[in-house]
């Protein structure tokens, strides 16, 4: 199983735009990347998923390098309701024995 | 609202004792997930189910136990419990199918275990 690696604790101020890389060096040909959004006492929500290059929606953009070592979910001119925990997770759910991994996430503060 | 319910919301039992968590997956959704969370930790994949079968398992205790109906509803039993055994219990579907990577679950509320 990938296993990911991302910052603990990210801090941003309201209208800026916020990058959070994560890092999964041993991701397989199969597998995608993924990632979910969750706030206080509320299960996880899906916000995006790629597998090469970039991927864009119309909550966020993934940026995921040619060599696939590492990803970067980029959320434009953040609010304080963007406040929460991102996980990002890699696997790929059509290959056997998939179990989902979230780690312990990224814990983004936007302030004022 | 993600469409997946959950019951009961909150829970509060004694230690030894033996509850049994509820889900009822979104419409037409095929798989469903069970997760544990503890007080700021991260989220613990228990085992999957996908169209009564068992699918995917992780690091479920044997007091834990699972079930998926033929109405595809779940249930998470949970024995013998423990004073740790306390946290949020969250309950994920999703369609099952995808032509690669993880298939987008959808979470529900959770269910909130106290164990005293």
């Known amino acids: 199983l990938a296993k990911t690696t991302q910052p603990i604790s990210m801090d941003s101020y309201e209208g800026q735009e916020v990058n959070i890389t994560c890092s999964h060096n041993n991701i397989a040909t199969n597998d995608y990347i993924t990632w979910y959004q969750q706030f206080p006492s509320q299960g996880p929500r899906f916000i995006i998923q790629g597998y090469k290059t970039k991927v864009t929606n119309e909550v966020a953009s993934l940026f995921i390098p040619a060599d696939r070592k590492s990803s970067t979910l980029s959320l434009p001119r953040v609010s304080l309701s963007d406040t929460a925990v991102y996980y990002c997770l890699v696997g790929d759910e059509n290959t056997g024995g998939f179990k989902t991994i979230f780690g312990a996430g990224t814990r983004l503060f936007v302030k004022a | 609202d993600s469409g997946v319910t959950q019951t009961p919301k909150h829970l509060i039992t004694a230690t030894g004792q033996r509850v049994t968590l509820r889900c009822s997956p979104r419409?037409?959704?095929?798989?469903v997930y069970w997760y544990q969370q503890s007080l700021d930790q991260g989220l613990q994949f228990l085992i999957q189910?996908?169209?009564?079968?068992?699918?995917a398992k992780g690091n479920i205790l044997e007091r834990f136990s699972a079930q998926q109906f033929p109405d595809l509803h779940s249930e998470l039993n949970l024995s013998s419990l423990e004073l740790g055994d306390s946290a949020l219990y969250f309950c994920?579907?999703?369609?099952?199918?995808?032509?690669?990577?993880?298939?987008?679950?959808?979470f529900g509320p959770g269910t909130r275990l106290t164990v005293l």
């Open positions: 419409s037409g959704d095929l798989s």
């Open positions: 994920a579907s999703s369609h099952g199918t995808s032509g690669g990577g993880v298939n987008e679950q959808f």
């Open positions: 189910y996908y169209n009564g079968e068992e699918r």
